[in-house]
């Protein structure tokens, strides 16, 4: 068994990058997708030299490292500048919620989007628990709010 998976490390390699591929698709970040790729250069190595471990891991270590350094900043910049782009952080400004704690210019716990956030109010007035806001800013890791039945800002 190991005299095969010595000569035929290539099967590694693809279901290793085969892995890494389909990971990919809940991160969406693309570092695992460049990582696929080193391994598929690194089974493309075992390929053309079977049984030399060393050369197939150097392949795939340079490879993934290039494409790291290389591809993936620009991959990230071209998807971040793409027509309709918006971070999850820009997706909260305009979002409903409802104030778990009451909400005051200093602290507070409201749920968007089903995620707790610390709050404050946008104009230091108290906001109940339970009421319905709106998300004015996020300002750090605080979600700025007021109260959704308040359409005017000061």
């Known amino acids: 068994m190991i005299d095969w998976l010595s000569a035929n ?5 693809l279901v290793a990058a085969g892995a890494l591929a389909v990971t990919e698709l809940v991160t969406l970040d693309f570092t695992l997708l460049m990582l696929a790729a080193g ?9 053309f030299f079977p049984g030399l471990w060393l050369v197939q891991v150097v392949v795939a270590i340079v490879v993934a490292t290039s494409l790291l350094m290389l591809l ?20 909260m400004v ?13 602290s507070g716990e409201v749920k968007v989007l089903g995620e ?22 996020v300002d750090g890791t605080t979600a700025v709010v007021y109260p959704k039945d308040q359409r005017q800002l000061p």
């Not at 490390?9 to 390699?13: R, S």
């Not at 598929?40 to 075992?46: E, H, I, N, P, T």
């Not at 230091?124 to 004015?136: D, K, R, S, Y």
């Open 39 to 47: 391994a598929v250069a690194g089974g493309v190595a075992g390929l």
């Open 94 to 106: 305009g979002s409903t919620g409802h104030t778990l704690t009451e909400i005051d210019s200093h």
């Open 72 to 91: 993936r900043p620009t991959l990230l910049r071209r998807v971040r500048e793409a027509p309709g782009y918006r971070s999850s952080l820009a997706r």
């Open 9 to 13: 490390a290539w099967v590694i390699w």
């Open 116 to 137: 707790v956030w610390t709050a404050r109010s946008y104009d230091g007035a108290a906001i109940p628990a339970g009421a319905e806001v709106e998300v004015f800013e």
